[in-house]
């Protein structure tokens, strides 16, 4: 990847070190115009009149998404996030009361969230799997929790949302296959920075959302769904006119595709804006840009380690572009303000973000610095050096 080009394509380079892209990400040019482009269409012409005549563009969302997941573009529904796409596929799950829901501890605050109002209003029992020494998910856990409870459903989240640790989804999906067990993958910090392949895979559900790692647009997310749930009728709960055709007045014929999982009414702009940043991404291809992340990753985690006092809070075999730290004795305020006067754009997770995981670590909030491939070594030294100052 030439970097100088890839930068020269991101007008928020100039003004920024952006070292937040597990929050946002910098959209390159391309995605900024298609979306502008659009919607001075829409605003010219009509938005029923622009859908259709865009209609093979807007097509062109689910052939790139497919792509990115090495899978079929009927599998692929668009969303408005994340989270609206793991909750249409979460909504589908015909649970029953003492149905079992296996997760981890460092899955999603919203999906635990999610699982917590299941047991309270469905009366499903939620297990969390246990952890290897060395930090993240123990596979043999999972497995053995099936045995024990054969559960509805096994809920993980690839990438958390506040540390680097990557979970082997690979092995969490061969077990739950061999025991026939639906699968729902949060892909939202991993789409865009690391390969994803639903074959390997293996999972029933899959979410994610655009403006992280993918840099896409904000409001824009996107659902896989497997053929096993298409051809078991799974529909989410509450469809609406993009899940069927009302047929006859007391039926409606239910939309073959993952389209099931849509709502009618979407912002066009947005999926032309996520194809355009998916087809992206792409082009650079998944490899090339994980090796950059990682690469970025580990040299912030180095880097960050001679700062005395700064404890690293990353686990787990393999590590991401997410790069989390503790500052002993320092106030988070002192962190942002001395990166706020450096030009440098970070995150701070606190307790609530990701509960298990910070009691555990003995922390109440966390700097994230995520570099993407478009940031630079550069750009990391001078927020160390800022962070060496406080
Ligand atoms: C791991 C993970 N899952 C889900 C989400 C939710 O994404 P969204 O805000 O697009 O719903 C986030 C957001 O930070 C996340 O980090």
Partial sequence: ????????????????????????????????ETILHYLTEESLHGGYEMAAKYAPEIAG?????????????????????????YFRGLSAIPFEPNDVLITTDDDYVSNQIAFLFLEKKFKIKLVRAAKLPEGGVDPQSIKDLIETHRPKLVAVTHVPTNSGLVQDVES???ICKKYDVLYLVDACQSAGQIPLDINKIGCDFLS????????????????????????????????????????????????????RFEQ??????????????????????LDQIEMAVTSLGD??????????????????????????????????????????AAN??????????????FREKGVEWALRLSPHYYNTKEEVDLAIEALSGI
């Fill in 1 to 32: 990847m030439d970097l100088q080009t890839l930068r020269n394509d991101t007008p928020g380079c100039t003004l920024h070190h952006h070292l937040n892209n597990a929050g946002a990400s910098l959209p390159p040019k391309p995605v900024l």
């Fill in 61 to 85: 969302f689910y052939d790139a998404t497919a792509r990115l997941l090495n899978t079929n573009p009927k599998n692929i529904a668009f969303a408005g996030s994340a989270t609206d796409a």
């Fill in 172 to 174: 969490i999906g061969e």
């Fill in 208 to 259: 994610a959302t655009l403006r992280k790692w993918l840099r896409g647009p904000r409001g824009a997310g996107f659902l896989f769904a497997s053929d096993k749930v298409l051809n078991l009728g799974f529909e989410p709960i509450l469809p609406d006119m993009a899940a069927g055709v009302w047929n006859a007045p007391d039926h409606y014929e239910l939309e073959p595709s993952a389209k």
């Fill in 264 to 285: 009618w009414e979407k912002n066009y702009a947005l999926v032309l804006g996520a194809k355009k940043a998916i087809e992206y991404a792409n082009s650079l291809g």
């Fill in 299 to 340: 040299y912030t985690r180095a880097q960050l380690s001679t700062i005395p006092g700064v404890r690293l809070l990353d686990k787990g075999n393999r590590k991401c572009g997410i790069v989390t730290a503790y500052f002993e004795g320092k106030s988070p305020q002192a962190i942002k303000a001395v990166l706020e």
């Fill in 344 to 357: 440098i754009n970070a995150g701070i997770g606190n307790t609530n973000n990701a509960y298990i995981d």
